[in-house]
């Protein structure tokens, strides 16, 4: 029975290194060695983009502020104090609602004093006509007489020029009549200025005078008082800078993307609505012009008058063609670049210090590629030579292209990630089949132990029997 016992001893010891081997083999040091010719570690980590054909727009970008299409700027066109406001800033105001009521009594007393004029100048008239009469009469009289010999020369003049003069009376009273109407309309026309009614349909957006100030008229050297200012706010425009060197190619009509900086997750489209055609020079020697562009806004919609916004202008159109991301293109040393690279390639002027050049990836290497490019946007670059469709080039991180050279190993990192979680998978499933085996050489050596204590308990009992 001795022997049974060793041999039960050893088979235990057996499991048990067997389960402990499988456990480190399937931990992650263990799958160093198993996965140690994997060569994930080999080849620089860049990002790899397949050459496609698509469409690009190239753009002119500037800053601007959001404007109403229509403000209107209201002031006064009497000197008076303001009696009501029956608005506010901030509401809504149909054309034809009054805004804004004057106090009146200073214009009234002027229409009084106008009506009694004209009435004064009636009464006078009557006057001036019965004068004319009477001159008439006496230069007809002397003018018989003077026919006659009973009048000299003296009497005729003196009696003409007393017509003359009666006749000269009576049409200054008669304008003095019309003047005095003309300023009964005047009048009238201010009393009416009194009561200042809306022109359109829209905001009160700027309200600067309250009840109780007096509003003045405008002079040449004096600006009259803006009482409010009413705008539009359902149609708005962006009113932007383009510099000098870019407004060539903007057309009238032109589609336009619009950023406001306040609707960070919004954006706007528009069409370029007007030009302009002076050049305004910042404070900093800047020269631009104005463009406007006309929002695209949803029924309802408005928004806040000044609002700080950019805009990118479509100034043209490119279709179906080799497009890649701008940083995949570098510029490279023109005495840097390989040989064969540079013989015959139509692409390198050698009298030129530097080439724009883009790397293919071949079989796992780069393949320096130097290409001719067109038109550009924000992110994009047409490249209208060098590269072909379904090439692989090298797009990314700008820090490996940086030192990206000619003939370099490089692996793409999305497969690289790809495969750094393939083997964390494995490892994870290694571990949990090493923990079951754990559990089964535990459970095989308890079983065991028990028999081995079993098998001793019958032994010692025979020894016992006589």
């Given at each position: 029975?001795?022997?049974?016992?060793?041999?039960?001893?050893?088979?235990?010891?057996?499991?048990?290194?067997?389960?402990?081997?499988?456990?480190?083999?399937?931990?992650?040091?263990?799958?160093?060695?198993?996965?140690?010719?994997?060569?994930?570690?080999?080849?620089?980590?860049?990002?790899?983009?397949?050459?496609?054909?698509?469409?690009?727009?190239?753009?002119?970008?500037?800053?601007?502020?959001?404007?109403?299409?229509?403000?209107?700027?209201?002031?006064?066109?009497?000197?008076?104090?303001?009696?009501?406001?029956?608005?506010?800033?901030?509401?809504?105001?149909?054309?034809?609602?009054?805004?804004?009521?004057?106090?009146?009594?200073?214009?009234?007393?002027?229409?009084?004093?106008?009506?009694?004029?004209?009435?004064?100048?009636?009464?006078?008239?009557?006057?001036?006509?019965?004068?004319?009469?009477?001159?008439?009469?006496?230069?007809?009289?002397?003018?018989?007489?003077?026919?006659?010999?009973?009048?000299?020369?003296?009497?005729?003049?003196?009696?003409?020029?007393?017509?003359?003069?009666?006749?000269?009376n009576k049409l200054v009273i008669e304008q003095g009549i019309e003047q005095a109407k003309a300023q009964i309309e005047r009048a009238q026309k201010d009393l009416d200025n009194t009561v200042i009614s809306s022109p359109i349909d829209g905001i009160l957006t700027a309200l600067n005078v309250e009840v109780g100030e007096t509003v003045i008229v405008g002079t040449t050297n004096n600006p009259g008082s803006v009482v409010m200012e009413i705008a539009d706010l359902s149609r708005m425009l962006l009113k932007a800078a383009v510099d000098e060197a870019n407004i060539a190619p903007v057309e009238m009509g032109q589609d336009a993307r619009v950023f406001i900086n306040a609707y960070?997750?919004?954006?706007?489209?528009?069409?370029?609505?007007?030009?302009?055609?002076?050049?305004?020079?910042?404070?900093?020697?800047?020269?631009?012009?104005?463009?406007?562009?006309?929002?695209?806004?949803?029924?309802?919609?408005?928004?806040?008058?000044?609002?700080?916004?950019?805009?990118?202008?479509?100034?043209?159109?490119?279709?179906?063609?080799?497009?890649?991301?701008?940083?995949?293109?570098?510029?490279?040393?023109?005495?840097?670049?390989?040989?064969?690279?540079?013989?015959?390639?139509?692409?390198?002027?050698?009298?030129?210090?530097?080439?724009?050049?883009?790397?293919?990836?071949?079989?796992?290497?780069?393949?320096?590629?130097?290409?001719?490019?067109?038109?550009?946007?924000?992110?994009?670059?047409?490249?209208?030579?060098?590269?072909?469709?379904?090439?692989?080039?090298?797009?990314?991180?700008?820090?490996?292209?940086?030192?990206?050279?000619?003939?370099?190993?490089?692996?793409?990192?999305?497969?690289?990630?790809?495969?750094?979680?393939?083997?964390?998978?494995?490892?994870?499933?290694?571990?949990?089949?090493?923990?079951?085996?754990?559990?089964?050489?535990?459970?095989?050596?308890?079983?065991?132990?028990?028999?081995?204590?079993?098998?001793?308990?019958?032994?010692?009992?025979?020894?016992?029997?006589?």
């Amino acid at each position: 029975m001795g022997v049974v016992k060793v041999l039960v001893i050893i088979f235990v010891c057996l499991g048990v290194l067997v389960a402990g081997g499988v456990a480190v083999v399937m931990s992650p040091v263990g799958a160093k060695f198993r996965g140690g010719g994997s060569g994930m570690d080999s080849g620089t980590a860049v990002t790899m983009q397949v050459v496609e054909r698509g469409d690009l727009a190239r753009t002119v970008s500037a800053p601007g502020s959001i404007e109403p299409r229509t403000l209107v700027k209201i002031s006064s066109q009497v000197s008076a104090k303001v009696l009501a406001l029956p608005f506010r800033e901030g509401e809504v105001v149909k054309a034809g609602d009054v805004v804004v009521r004057l106090d009146p009594q200073d214009l009234v007393a002027l229409m009084d004093s106008a009506r009694a004029g004209l009435k004064g100048q009636e009464a006078s008239l009557g006057g001036a006509e019965a004068s004319l009469i009477n001159a008439r009469l006496q230069f007809e009289r002397m003018e018989a007489l003077y026919e006659t010999g009973d009048a000299t020369k003296a009497d005729l003049d003196s009696a003409r020029a007393g017509f003359l003069q009666a006749e000269s009376n009576k049409l200054v009273i008669e304008q003095g009549i019309e003047q005095a109407k003309a300023q009964i309309e005047r009048a009238q026309k201010d009393l009416d200025n009194t009561v200042i009614s809306s022109p359109i349909d829209g905001i009160l957006t700027a309200l600067n005078v309250e009840v109780g100030e007096t509003v003045i008229v405008g002079t040449t050297n004096n600006p009259g008082s803006v009482v409010m200012e009413i705008a539009d706010l359902s149609r708005m425009l962006l009113k932007a800078a383009v510099d000098e060197a870019n407004i060539a190619p903007v057309e009238m009509g032109q589609d336009a993307r619009v950023f406001i900086n306040a609707y960070t997750d919004r954006e706007y489209t528009g069409k370029v609505a007007r030009i302009g055609l002076k050049r305004n020079v910042g404070s900093d020697g800047t020269g631009t012009f104005e463009v406007e562009i006309n929002l695209d806004l949803d029924e309802g919609e408005t928004l806040y008058s000044g609002l700080s916004a950019s805009t990118d202008i479509t100034v043209e159109h490119f279709y179906d063609e080799i497009v890649v991301p701008s940083q995949a293109v570098v510029d490279r040393r023109v005495e840097e670049l390989p040989k064969e690279i540079m013989e015959g390639n139509e692409l390198v002027d050698i009298e030129k210090t530097f080439a724009r050049v883009v790397y293919r990836v071949i079989d796992g290497k780069t393949v320096v590629t130097p290409v001719q490019v067109g038109a550009s946007d924000l992110t994009n670059t047409v490249i209208t030579a060098g590269l072909s469709n379904g090439d692989t080039v090298v797009v990314g991180p700008y820090r490996a292209l940086v030192t990206l050279a000619h003939d370099q190993a490089v692996r793409d990192e999305e497969a690289i990630e790809a495969e750094k979680k393939a083997n964390e998978s494995k490892d994870a499933d290694a571990k949990e089949s090493g923990d079951d085996s754990e559990t089964e050489a535990e459970a095989a050596e308890s079983e065991e132990s028990g028999s081995d204590e079993k098998a001793a308990a019958e032994a010692k009992k025979e020894e016992e029997t006589p």
